[in-house]
C-alpha cells in the first residue's frame, strides 16, 4: 500500500540527503519523497504555482517536514501560509529543524505546528528520529484529509 508522500522542505544538500537516507530505511520509496529547497519551492508545490503550476493540488502530503532557517521564504512563514488556506491547514506539519530558539518554539507553535523536532547531530539518533516520526505521521497519526478504507 503507498503511505503518501512526505513534503521535505529543506534547503541544505547535505541534510537533505541524510533525511533521504533515513527515508529508505524507514521504509518510504524515494517516489513518496518530494523535496523543497526553499519556502517559495515549498508554497509553489503545495498550491499548485510556481514550476508546479499544474500539480493536482487535491493530493496532499500526507505530512510536511519544514525547515525554518531558509532562503526565499522561511520556515515560520511558509507554515504560515500552509494554515491559514482552507486547502491545506489540516495537512500535519512538523518543524524538523536544528534552531533551538525559544521564540522559534513558540513561533511554530502559535502558527500551528503539529510537532518541533531538533534535528539531531548525531547520525544515528537522526535517522531514528525520522523512523519514529515517519511511522508516527505516515502509519498512526489519522488526518480528516485521508479517505477512510472503512466501509
Known amino acids: 500500500m503507498k503511505s503518501g508522500k512526505v513534503l521535505l522542505v529543506e534547503d541544505n544538500p547535505d541534510e537533505e540527503e541524510l533525511a533521504r537516507i533515513a527515508f529508505r530505511r524507514a521504509g518510504l520509496d524515494s517516489d513518496d519523497v518530494v523535496v523543497a529547497h526553499d519556502g517559495q519551492e515549498a508554497v509553489d508545490y503545495l498550491f499548485g504555482s510556481g514550476a508546479f503550476s499544474g500539480r493536482d493540488v487535491s493530493q496532499t502530503p500526507k505530512v510536511v517536514f519544514l525547515d525554518i532557517n531558509m532562503p526565499k521564504m522561511n520556515g515560520l512563514e511558509v507554515l504560515k501560509r500552509i494554515k491559514s488556506n482552507e486547502a491545506t491547514a489540516l495537512i500535519p506539519t512538523v518543524i524538523l529543524t536544528s534552531s533551538d530558539e525559544l521564540s522559534d518554539q513558540i513561533s511554530g507553535y ?42
Open 110 to 151: 502559535r502558527f500551528g505546528a503539529n510537532s518541533y523536532v531538533r534535528k539531531a547531530l548525531d547520525f544515528k539518533e537522526f535517522i531514528e528520529n525520522i523512523i519514529l516520526m515517519r511511522h508516527y505521521w505516515i502509519d498512526v497519526n489519522c488526518t480528516p484529509t485521508e479517505k477512510s478504507s472503512r466501509p
